[in-house]
């Protein structure tokens, strides 16, 4: 039997994680759906059909919720419940099994995917730069079949960057060289559609009494209620924004109709939205960025052959769209990828020695400057400070889960000027980040946490006290670039 199926997806994408074979006499093919959760534009699915089609074998999805994570909230769990939810109705008439399970113990979903390999012919797992809960890499070298992971993260495979770039215009450079190779192998819209395979067959009864699936919960509208059984954070409250492929559909319609064409004068507008919101939804993997860039593309009528011919580094002018969306192609694909690329490249990639030496150093030879104002995490995460535009964004991200961009840029600048050194500020920064942002403990987030320090920026003069020749940000200077009065008013203390 040959390792690799008849298959479109790009072999740069596929990552063997064990030296175990493809048991060809096993049951079922699994697909175990922890990093990219949806049903379409999906390469780690579309490889699991391709393998099942080849093997003439049932699919199964599993889909697990962990609850050992140290920022796992009834925030972050209800968002990726609402996803599972839509996940249970995309699935239902395809000729996959889906199997939505969620923990309530860490360890529990190991045990699962230990109990469906002694029957599966190989199983088939999302690739992503962080740890995640329920990630089978950490199991795979023990399991008994094959273990694959499979990389859907960016336009450009992750394998395919030989290095961490050390600033967005070397980065954005090397993409503009090498990017127009990947562009149009794009992911099944829809992976499962028309695929025969024979039924799945029911798990064993040891997998679903000890380890139940929750796929009726979520068709009888209760999910929420299985977030009792979970130990979260009960602190860290559900948000407004609804989570789930549908729910991402939506707000990338709403983005390409009415906000695009704003973008670039507009969205650091803090008063009126003219970002696009998707961050949370890359996050979880309720939305592609090959959708994204897609339907982007459908939008702009655009075509590969209006690609610049050379890689020049500049934001605008490559893409040969009009000046919106190449500013929105900038973020989602420069700032994005050049994420991806520094956590895939580097383990140190939450670690303060991880900035670039100019930073350090001059960050090291401020750190005893003297500060006006210095305040502990829980007078920070309180919005306890005396700059009421910094409250009000804290007091955002409390609520909402989210801070506007500018804002979220100033709201990590004044920390790392009211922290006692600028490590016990990067301490506070991730804290917060991750604890409250929907799409915290995400590369692209880490990028811009790791930006208020100096990754992927340059010095600046004049040379300050507690900065040094790091950027600097004043709420004062903001307040005359954007208007806030408004702002301020809806995030006032309650």
């Known amino acids: 039997m040959s390792s690799k199926p ?9 990552r063997a994680c064990n030296t175990a074979a493809i048991a060809s006499d096993g049951s079922y093919v699994v697909y175990w759906m922890h990093a990219v ?31 050992g994570g140290r920022w796992d909230s009834a925030r972050r769990h209800r968002f990726v419940l609402q996803g599972m939810t839509d996940n249970a109705r995309d699935f239902e008439k395809t000729a996959a099994g889906y199997y939505p399970y969620l923990e309530t113990a860490p360890g529990e979903a190991e045990t699962l995917l230990r109990e469906l390999a002694r029957d599966a012919c190989l199983i088939v797992g999302d690739d ?24 859907g993260n960016g336009l450009l495979p992750l394998q395919t960057a030989p290095e961490a770039f050390p600033t967005a215009f070397s980065f954005r450079r090397f993409l503009q060289r ?5 562009l149009l192998d794009l992911p099944k819209a829809r992976p499962l559609a028309r695929l025969k395979l024979p039924p799945a067959p029911p798990l064993t009864k040891t997998i679903r009494s000890r380890r139940p699936s929750c796929r009726r919960q979520l068709a009888s509208k209760v999910a929420d209620s299985l977030l009792e059984k979970m130990p979260l954070d009960r602190h860290v409250s559900p948000a407004e ?6 729910a991402a559909r939506a707000v990338l319609k709403r983005f390409l109709e009415k906000r695009l064409i704003h973008y670039c004068d507009r969205r650091n507008d803090v008063e009126e939205e003219f970002t696009s919101g998707l961050s949370p939804y890359l996050h979880f993997g309720h939305v592609s960025v090959h959708e994204i860039f897609s339907a982007l593309a459908r939008h702009e009528s655009w075509t590969p052959d209006r690609l610049g011919e050379k890689p020049t580094g500049r934001r605008e002018g490559w893409w040969g769209m009009g000046r919106p969306a190449e500013a929105f192609l900038d973020e989602l694909v420069t700032w994005r990828e050049i994420g991806l690329n520094f956590c895939w490249r580097r383990r140190d990639y939450d670690r303060y020695d991880s900035l670039p030496d100019w930073a350090k150093k001059t960050l090291a030879k401020h750190a005893k400057d ?6 502990s995490l829980k007078q920070l995460e309180r919005a306890e400070t005396h700059d009421p535009l910094w409250n009000a964004a804290q007091r955002q991200l409390v609520r909402e889960g989210r801070i506007p961009n500018y804002l979220r840029m100033l709201w990590g600048k004044k920390i790392l000027e009211w922290s006692a050194s600028p490590r016990r500020a990067l301490k506070i920064l991730i804290e917060l980040n991750n604890r409250y942002a929907l799409d915290g403990e995400d590369p692209n987030s880490y990028s811009g946490v790791f930006w208020v320090l100096g990754r992927y920026d340059r010095p ?10 790091v950027r600097y940000m004043s709420s004062e200077n903001t307040a005359r670039k954007i208007r806030v009065n408004g702002y301020l008013q809806r995030f006032a203390a309650e």
Request: hydrophobic share 35%; glycine share 8%.
């Open 460 to 469: 600046w003069g004049p040379e300050r006290p507690i900065f040094g020749t």
């Open 241 to 246: 924004t609804v989570g789930g492929p549908c």
């Open 370 to 375: 003297a500060r006006q104002y210095v305040y």
């Open 178 to 182: 090498c990017l127009r190779d990947y």
């Open 128 to 151: 992503y730069p962080l740890p995640l809960d329920c990630d089978p890499e950490s199991w795979g070298k023990s399991l008994p079949v094959r273990l694959e992971k499979v990389d």
């Open 37 to 67: 959760r949806r049903a379409g534009w999906n390469f780690a699915l579309q490889r699991a059909a391709d393998w099942a089609r080849e093997l003439k074998k049932p699919l199964w999805i599993v889909e697990p919720l962990g609850c």
């Open 6 to 14: 008849i298959s479109a997806v790009p072999a740069e994408r596929v």
